[in-house]
């Protein structure tokens, strides 16, 4: 048995490897196909005045930028590996340290609002199944269709008029403590919340149409009860699993309402990098995002193959993945 | 003891007749201000960690630039014009560094070597330009002539930082405050230096807190979470003023919304190189409809390019050219851009199309696009192109425009600041040739460049910028605009002064 | 007819059940008309610049007030219209036409082929769509042209991983095998017989992802990469009536309100196509199973 796991999961890393190197080759190239010159964007950033034609030419033999395509990728790809994402073109700080550095704060954000979805999403979800086709069912539903389809970026300016200028609950926007987190988290949840009532009442649904719910029930066992014990802990299977899933979608989330609230974070970096068009910034950032958002998924499929050996099967035929 | 203290408070309000105690205690609490956007995240900015683009009152130049733009002395005692391109500065002996080191010449030299080595030095200054004659004294003498150099030393990047220390990392230096911690993207915070050498801020400590968004950083303001914001957007100024415990204080003009031409934009950008069509453009501009409805009466109608107070008396010299759509019509007539209807004019099968490019953080959209409608009453197609900091700038340094929106600010007390820098063709900026103004210009700024004489320097400045605005029309100045700040009505003492970069905060405190 | 049978007929036409379906349904063809009519309807020009009634409040010459440069806000609302739709239409194409090209071809033709093009989806799947279309976007530099450019390199993927799964268990079905052993060449069966057995498929997974589509166009739009001025998209003008959030919220709401409703017609629908063709899919049970009863009360109520 832990022969057959550990195969499996060396497998499943070993099947990672191919797409990271795509990914690297993405992040490189997408950077480089991008119009203007590198070298002088970065000497224009340090210098704040539009540089002459020959410094231009001689940083660009510094930076390597007169080699062919293949060897510069190969160089950035040697030191990428090496954790060395090279030197940000406007402010001369390392790359990866800029993205280690301004990781923790859109993790916390994208954490804190999946366990805020979870809170919200997952009771809502057996309540809609429990009292299904009725009037809260369906409110429940016309709530959750609202959530899902606003825009982040509508609804952040509406919580921070009514919670944070009207009722003077939270501040407006910054990064510091959690209430600097509250209404950031609250406005990238309220999707994730909407998504997950609708999975959890799906799947609370198929189980209770399942045989031994109903014998449960036929049993006399209260409704309540047969909810929590025996359909909840088989209904929330695909929830979780979805959790992992979904996390890529939170950071891309994130980027937005990091932008909203003025909060320090990947996103503010981002949208930084390509207002400066610093290059190896935004390579390296795709490079980066890319590589937590598989490795997240590579975390989820192993746990998930632990927990459940089926998957295994399923997995080892096609490579799963959501689209974020 | 309560009494004691009381009284002895008591006592030093009594005593203290030197205009600024009142019944001030002794700390007037913490402020903290909304700035715009963290600009030290760029290498260029960060070895001026809180000098500019953002002064937050710890370090202090040799000079000072008055709300008017005149010169005072701060650091330097006295100075004098030597010959030679040279100027000799005497500096105070009584100040000190925040880590209690006396002020000495050693350090200005430090100073600005760290600006010739970073490149962000805009005097002509080479390695063997600056050199210490002893410890209070010391000489400069940039590479090229210069005499607005005495101007330009009021400038915050000369901002004097204690030799040896790492500016970067901790700003050491002799303003009233002293640096206490900077988090990139978050906040700045500095705290009173309690040895000041002048008069003592009356501020403990006054965080700048980094908040992009005009209209977020409104809403901290209104939210209670900032005590004062800068640069409030034009259509939030009305709802701030009718807001209970909010005061919105609005400085002098020390900017302006200045139009770019490309006199000698590369093909096809080429329209604008004809005197008759850059007139009818400022003929076509409605500037006091732009003041008064777009720009909500924050703004003030200006011919100059840049503050006119920098001008002294002369920048009544330049008039302007007046709004009249008739005379914009007959002059693109008589060039040759003939109408068909109320389209777009044509000549020689080509549309009268201008490229207008502009970076929308730096421009209101509504400005450009106020622009855009106007040219379309005479006939003149505009494409707005709204860019980022990199794409703006190759489009400016190729000549790959027709007309360039920006609101350059005047931090300095040099008249030809602004003149020297965009318009000359001595100068090093790569945009410059594109919108040369012309040989008479040139010789009128160099002499005012050349000039002792600040009054003189003034004068040949003034008749330089009549020529670029009145008579080739290679700038056209559509509003002066004011740093509009709205702050706690518990916020007391603020005086705007024109230039961001010279607001002083150690007469500022927070009445409870 | 009543414009309660016009709905049930429009529902009828996209073969929905679901009042809601049918509603969003009906919001989406109103769109479209809008977005196709925008130039001949009989509004003011979206672009005309009145400094003088600048930020009005609504009236009878403008229904929605006007902006703070004095344009007609309906009619701006109109035209985002025709932005917003028009890119999500073109986008959708083009992401179509590639995601089942490749889709298709992997699967047909399998081994190396397959193997070197799904890694390829997996390179594009394992980045967020956001992330990776602002990134797109933003080097490109604002435009409609980098907007599509964003929006196509990020969707393909998913189409083709759908397609080439459905191909493969085409490829084995007996009247495939048949076709071609009767001499039928690759493209004609491709074309012939398989194809038309995945369009279905892909017609779903394209309605159900035009919600996320639109919401892209307004997040690119309202960080500044949409369309440029004086044109109106959704996104920009939210983004245009931030300073005005607390003097004129009327300016954020209706185009907030437009891109709020125009992605739930379409997470709607989608999940009416979903049910409808495709039972076995998760999210399914937002139709609801019970009686006809409930469904009549509903429809007459909603419309």
């Not at chain 3, 084995?172 to 057995?197: F, Q």
């Amino acid at each position: 048995m832990s022969v057959m796991v550990g195969g499996y999961v060396s497998r499943r890393i070993l099947s990672v490897l191919p797409v990271w190197l795509g990914l690297s080759l993405l992040a490189f190239s997408l950077s480089n196909l991008a119009p203007g010159d590198p070298a002088e964007v970065m000497l224009r950033q340090q210098t704040g005045e539009p540089p002459g034609a020959a410094e231009v030419a001689l940083l660009r033999q510094e930076m390597g930028l007169d080699q062919p395509f293949p060897i510069r990728y190969g160089r950035w790809l040697a030191d990428a590996l090496r954790g060395d994402l090279g030197e940000s073109y406007s402010t001369g700080n390392p790359v990866a340290r800029t993205l280690i550095m301004n990781l923790p704060p859109t993790l916390e954000l994208a954490l804190s609002s999946l366990i805020l979805a979870i809170i919200l999403g997952v009771p809502l979800g057996v309540v809609g199944a429990a009292r299904n086709g009725t009037v809260i069912d369906h409110s429940l539903r016309f709530v959750s269709l609202v959530g899902a389809s606003i825009p982040a970026f509508v609804l952040g300016y509406l919580l921070i008029l009514f919670l944070a200028v009207n009722l003077r609950l939270f501040p407006v926007s910054g990064s510091g403590g959690w209430m600097y987190l509250a209404l950031p988290a609250m406005t990238l949840a309220l999707a994730e919340s909407a998504a997950l009532a609708r999975l959890t009442r799906s799947s609370m649904m198929a189980v209770l149409r399942e045989d031994y719910v109903r014998t449960a029930r036929a049993k006399g066992l209260r409704s309540a009860s047969v909810l929590t014990r025996h359909a909840l802990r088989n209904a929330l299977n695909p929830v979780v699993t979805l959790l992992g899933l979904r996390f890529g979608r939170l950071l891309g989330g994130a980027v937005i309402v990091e932008i909203v609230f003025s909060r320090a974070g990947l996103g503010t970096v981002m949208i930084d990098a390509i207002r400066d068009r610093d290059y190896s910034m935004i390579q390296g950032f795709i490079l980066f995002i890319g590589s937590v958002f598989v490795a997240s998924n590579l975390i989820v499929d192993v746990v998930y193959s632990r927990l459940d050996p089926r998957v295994r099967l399923d997995s080892e035929k096609e490579y799963r993945s959501a689209p974020g | 003891m309560k009494v004691f203290i009381a009284v002895s408070l008591f006592t030093v309000a009594a005593c203290g007749n030197d205009g600024n105690s009142g019944a001030m205690p002794a700390a007037a609490g913490s402020l903290v201000i909304g700035a715009g956007a963290d600009e030290f995240g760029l290498k260029v900015n960060r070895e001026r960690l809180g000098r500019y683009p953002l002064n937050a009152g710890i370090c202090e130049p040799m000079l000072r630039l008055t709300p008017g733009f005149d010169l005072e002395p701060l650091l330097a005692r006295a100075w004098e014009y030597r010959d030679d391109n040279t100027y000799r500065f005497s500096l105070l002996t009584t100040p000190r560094f925040h880590d209690g080191r006396p002020l000495d010449a050693a350090s200005v030299k430090f100073t600005l070597d760290q600006g010739i080595r970073d490149r962000t030095q805009y005097s002509f200054l080479d390695d063997s330009s600056v050199r210490v004659v002893d410890d209070s004294t010391l000489d400069i003498r940039p590479a090229k002539p210069n005499l607005r150099l005495l101007d330009q030393m009021a400038h915050l990047s000369y901002g004097t930082i204690a030799s040896g220390t790492k500016a970067r990392d901790n700003p050491v230096c002799t303003g009233p405050f002293r640096f206490s911690e900077y988090v990139p993207r978050s906040h700045l915070s500095v705290e009173r230096n309690n040895a000041y050498w002048g008069d003592k801020a009356k501020l403990s400590r006054l965080t700048f807190r980094f908040i992009p968004d005009d209209n977020t950083r409104a809403l901290a303001l209104k939210a209670g979470n900032v005590d004062l914001i800068f640069d409030v957007n034009r259509s939030i100024v009305a709802n701030l003023k009718e807001t209970a415990g909010i005061t919105v204080v609005v400085s002098p003009p020390g900017a302006v919304v200045l139009m770019y031409i490309a006199t000698r934009g590369t093909a096809p950008h080429t329209a604008m190189s004809d005197p008759l069509v850059r007139r009818a453009v400022a003929h076509a501009l409605d500037r006091r409809s732009l003041v008064r409805d777009v720009m909500e009466g924050y703004a003030t109608e200006i011919a100059t390019v840049n503050p006119p107070s920098v001008l002294g008396d002369f920048a009544a010299m330049i008039k302007g050219i007046p709004y009249d759509p008739a005379r914009a019509r007959y002059l693109l007539d008589s060039a040759g851009w003939k109408s068909v209807g109320r389209g777009t004019r044509r000549r020689g099968g080509r549309n009268l199309t201008l490229t207008l490019i502009s970076q929308p953080g730096a421009v209101d959209r509504s400005i450009t696009q106020y622009v855009q409608a106007q040219l379309g009453e005479v006939g003149i197609e505009t494409r707005i192109e709204d860019l980022d900091p990199a794409g703006y700038a190759s489009r400016l340094n190729s000549g790959k425009f027709d007309i360039d929106i920006e609101v350059p600010n005047q931090n300095d007390a040099n008249p030809a600041f602004l003149l020297a820098l965009r318009w000359y063709s001595k100068s090093n900026v790569r945009s410059a040739p594109f919108m040369l103004a012309g040989q008479r210009f040139d010789s009128l700024v160099d002499r005012s460049l050349a000039s002792i004489d600040r009054g003189e320097a003034q004068k040949a400045a003034a008749e330089a910028m009549r020529v670029l605005v009145d008579e080739e029309v290679a700038a056209i100045p559509l509003a002066g605009i004011s740093r509009i700040y709205a702050m706690s009505s518990r916020v007391k003492g603020f005086v705007p002064h024109p230039s961001r970069l010279n607001q002083r905060w150690s007469g500022v405190w927070i009445d409870r | 007819m009543r414009p309660v049978d016009a709905v049930a007929r429009i529902g009828s036409v996209l073969r929905l059940r679901d009042p809601l379906a049918i509603a969003g349904g009906s919001l989406i063809v109103m769109l479209a008309i809008v977005a196709v009519a925008a130039p001949v309807l009989p509004l003011s020009d979206p672009n005309t610049i009145d400094a003088i009634h600048r930020l009005d409040t609504p009236s009878v010459a403008h229904p929605f007030g006007t902006d703070n440069l004095g344009r007609d806000v309906l009619s701006r609302l109109a035209w985002g219209a025709r932005w917003s739709m028009g890119t999500v239409a073109v986008a959708t194409v083009l992401i179509m036409s590639i995601g089942v090209a490749v889709g298709t071809i992997a699967g047909y033709f399998g081994g190396i082929v397959d193997d070197l093009l799904m890694r390829l989806v997996d390179v594009f799947l394992a980045l967020p769509s956001l992330l990776l279309a602002l990134a797109i976007g933003g080097l490109l530099g604002p435009g409609f042209t980098s907007v599509l450019m964003a929006l196509v390199c990020v969707w393909w993927a998913s189409y083709a991983r759908m397609v080439r799964g459905l191909v493969v268990a085409l490829r084995s079905h007996e009247y495939l095998v048949a076709a071609r052993s009767l001499g039928g060449s690759d493209l004609h069966v491709l074309v012939r017989h398989v194809l038309p057995n995945v369009m279905p498929s892909v017609a779903v997974l394209a309605t159900i992802e035009m919600g996320d589509l639109v919401l892209a166009v307004a997040a690119l739009g309202f960080l500044g990469i949409g369309v440029q001025a004086p044109n109106a998209e959704w996104g920009s003008m939210v983004s245009d009536a931030r300073p005005f959030l607390l003097s004129a919220p009327r300016l954020a709401f209706w185009p907030g309100l437009a891109i709020t409703l125009t992605v739930m017609a379409f997470n709607v629908v989608g999940d009416g196509f979903r049910d409808r063709f495709d039972p076995r899919t998760p999210g399914r049970p937002f139709v609801p199973k019970s009686g006809s009863r409930t469904r009549v009360a509903q429809a007459s109520s909603d419309a």
